[in-house]
């Protein structure tokens, strides 16, 4: 929420000044943009709207617009169809693992490209931008035989590895431009004033890269947590992931949309929740560099 | 920010006794790092991790897709009953003469050109849109946005699937409430067109806030001062955007381009999900047929030829995007 606030209060200062001079009226524009929001909004209003509607509504042929009762039954259905909770906590297991191993690993190489001139610097910042470009589909099929030849097919620690091909690259860019927006002169300081290069990291450094380590540390989790084709394709029926789960969710019945709404709303919630804290905070991150030059 | 200020100052006027040290201290710290000393070392112990990552679980797979695309490798060789057989060409001149191949890569091209456009001009629009806006507009709007950018892809697949039910849909029942309009049963994904265009919109939904997120952290960079002598010089809105904002926001606006781009490209999941994990013929992009021809066909050369072809498809794109984010680097 603050986050949401904390922008619309940057944008609202330039909006008095050009209010004045022109006195245009905004209640078109407002009309607009309230037309924005509700079409933006509308499928996610769906979501939880059909989520805790009773099922039978859901099959009206001449749907409410409106909530037409509250029931948490949808939620229970959507529990008992499969097993939910062995999916979410592989998909938590492998989200978790992932975001602390980049993280450890992303940190050093983030500091390495953006504090140090060494030979070779330009060719690494190169190699990880361009392995952010190969699609992740068309590595499936060698990433398959690759696992399947080390016997970490259906295992999680294979997707662990596979999701830190995508998550480090992105992960050490984003922490990169972290990093170049502190000013060096701190560290300096601190190491004439008698630290080392360690610590001055440890103690100037980290204290103030930490709300943009947290940040991308969600962000990556969220990845992690949304990737799909990988956990479809590496995994098992009996060890799929949450969003497999979801993706898989049919029965002999065909599908219940009522239950199947009310998995999604179980999945979307939290991520959207975390998503809330951080998106400001990344969305600034990705973008710093690219409105200097 | 506190504590460079308070250096700043420090350095800069009093006598010339003062400022000594801190130089010195950073050539000793530069020398450090000067490739060839002991200090070279240093960066390249703390990449060394990440670098072996990548080598091992993406380094390989990549030499690995190469390789198989040149060579023979189906059910026996993945069972490694039959050795995988080197066979030059053979997979590209046979996916490369077989029609189909350009039916999909001719449908992946537009629709991956629509999801870009619409997405950018929508971005656009509501971006702009947005700094007319009153606040309490501009925070419901930001909400809605978060919140579809936020959303799972596989939740909204799911969701999108359900707005466009044939039977129980919302969104042919509220058509059919238009006069002479009778929806109810209408299938959304009978034909391909028609059924990639709502996959269409479920991209560009899922697309736009990132790009008016940004797109307005943007146009905060647009100096008041160059609007306001740009209307006083006549230019009317068009104008200003035009020759003001525009230029300033380019390179916002090729990165975001380029990298939606390469996403739309990439589009996967959607398909896969909407049409039940078997997407017809009708509805196969690039994506999708190469993961069809390796593990419906069993044909993983195949498959590898046809993805090694989407990469070298999408590397002039990624020439421009990686010429942009380069010129980022150089700036700190």
Not at chain 1, 194 to 209: D, K, N, Q
Request: net charge neutral; with cysteine; glycine share 8%.
């Amino acid at each position: 929420m603050s986050s949401v606030s904390g922008m619309s209060s940057t944008g609202t200062a330039p909006a008095p000044a050009r209010r004045k001079p022109h006195g245009r009226p905004r209640a078109g524009w407002n009309l607009l943009g309230l037309l924005v929001f509700l079409t933006a909004g509308f499928p996610v209003y769906w979501m939880l709207n059909t989520a805790f509607k009773p099922a039978a509504d859901a099959i009206d042929p001449d749907p409410s617009l409106f909530p037409t009762g509250l029931t948490f039954s949808n939620f229970g259905r959507a529990l008992d169809i499969s097993d939910f909770w062995g999916p979410v906590g592989r998909s938590l297991t492998v989200s978790l693992a992932v975001v602390v191993v980049g993280m450890v690993v992303g940190v050093l190489a983030a500091l390495a490209i953006s504090r140090f001139a060494f030979r070779g610097r330009k060719v690494v910042i190169v190699g990880i931008l361009a392995v952010q470009m190969v699609p992740l589909v068309a590595m499936i099929i060698p990433v398959f035989l690759l696992l399947n030849d080390l016997g970490q097919y259906d295992r999680l620690t294979g997707l662990i590895i596979t999701y830190l091909t995508f998550i480090l690259p992105f992960t050490v860019w984003t922490l990169r431009g972290f990093i170049v927006n502190i000013p060096k002169e701190l560290e300096e300081a601190a190491m004439v004033d008698g630290c080392s290069r360690a610590g001055a990291f440890v103690r100037v450094v980290f204290p103030l890269l930490a709300p943009g380590m947290v940040a991308t540390s969600v962000y990556a989790f969220i990845q992690a947590w949304n990737e799909y084709l990988y956990a479809l394709m590496l995994m098992s029926q009996q060890n799929q992931t949450a969003t497999v789960w979801l993706g898989n969710f049919t029965t002999k019945h065909g599908t219940e949309y009522a239950p199947m709404m009310a998995g999604s709303t179980m999945m979307a919630v939290p991520i959207v929740i975390l998503f809330l804290f951080v998106q400001r905070k990344m969305a600034a991150g990705l973008t710093a560099g690219a409105v200097k030059g | 920010m506190s504590a460079a200020d308070t250096t700043t100052p420090a350095k800069v006027p009093p006598a010339r006794q003062a400022p000594p040290p801190p130089p010195a201290a950073k050539e000793r710290a530069r020398n450090g790092q000067r490739p060839g000393g002991a200090g070279a070392a240093v960066p390249w112990a703390l990449l060394a991790p990440c670098l072996l990552v990548l080598v091992l679980v993406l380094g390989y797979p990549l030499a690995r897709l190469v390789t198989l695309s040149f060579q023979e490798f189906g059910q026996s060789q993945l069972w490694g009953f039959l050795p995988a057989e080197f066979v030059g060409l053979g997979n590209f001149t046979e996916v490369l003469g077989d029609g189909e191949f350009w039916t999909v890569v001719l449908r992946t091209v537009v629709f991956a050109a629509g999801c870009v456009v619409f997405t950018m001009v929508a971005g656009m629009l509501i971006a702009l849109l947005l700094q007319q806006v009153s606040g309490w507009v501009k925070i419901l709007v930001n909400i809605a946005l978060v919140a579809s950018w936020g959303m799972p892809i596989i939740v909204a697949t799911t969701v999108f699937k359900w707005l466009f039910d044939a039977d129980y849909g919302i969104l042919n029942a509220l058509l059919s409430k238009l006069p002479g309009v009778e929806m109810i049963g209408h299938n959304w994904f009978a034909s391909g067109p028609e059924g990639l265009a709502v996959i269409m919109l479920l991209v560009v939904w899922g697309a736009v806030p990132f790009v008016v997120i940004t797109l307005s952290a943007g146009l905060t960079q647009v100096p008041k001062e160059m609007v306001e002598a740009a209307r006083l010089d006549g230019a009317g809105a068009w104008g200003v955007f035009r020759y003001v904002t525009l230029p300033i926001l380019k390179p916002v606006i090729v990165m975001l381009t380029t990298l939606s781009v390469i996403w739309d490209m990439g589009v996967f999941p959607q398909v896969f999900v909407m049409r039940n994990g078997h997407p017809e013929a009708e509805f196969q992009l690039l994506t999708t047929y190469s993961y069809d021809k390796a593990f419906v066909v069993n044909d993983y050369a195949q498959g590898s030829a046809i993805a090694l072809l989407t990469v070298v498809l999408l590397l002039g794109v990624v020439a421009v995007y990686m010429r942009q984010m380069l010129k980022i680097g150089d700036v700190e």
